[in-house]
C-alpha cells in the first residue's frame, strides 16, 4: 500500500498564486525521487472548534487560509531516501517558502485501506 507526506499550513490569502507556483516547481524534483501523485488543496470551508480543529493546529490569522497538501510514495523507504536528498535539488534551494513553516503540521502515513 502507498505511503503518504501530508501536511497542513497557513498561506495568507494574497500568496495563494505564490504557493501555487511553488508546489508546481517543486514537483518534478518529488516526481525524480520517486513520488507517484500530489495534492495540493486550499481551504475554503474549514470550522472553528471548541477543543480541536484546523485552525487552531496551525495558530490561523484572519487573512490567512489553510492549505492541506499529500504526497503520494510507493513505500515509507522510498519517502525516507527522498527527503534525506531533496534540500540537494536545485529546486527545493532556489524557493522562498509561500506559507510559516513554522506553524506548519505534517506527518508520513501509512495507506491502510483504499476505496
Known sequence: MPYLSIMAAPVKTSDKDAYLEH??????????HGATAMSENWGVDIPDGKLTSFPMSVK???DEAIVVSWIVWPDKAT???????????????????????RRM???GFETILEG
Open 23 to 32: 508546489a508546481r516547481t517543486t514537483w518534478p524534483a518529488f516526481q525524480r
Open 60 to 62: 490561523l490569522e484572519a
Open 79 to 101: 519517502c525516507d531516501a527522498a527527503w534525506q536528498n531533496l534540500e540537494k535539488e536545485p529546486e527545493m534551494a532556489m524557493m522562498e517558502m509561500p506559507f510559516d513553516g
Open 105 to 107: 503540521i505534517f506527518g
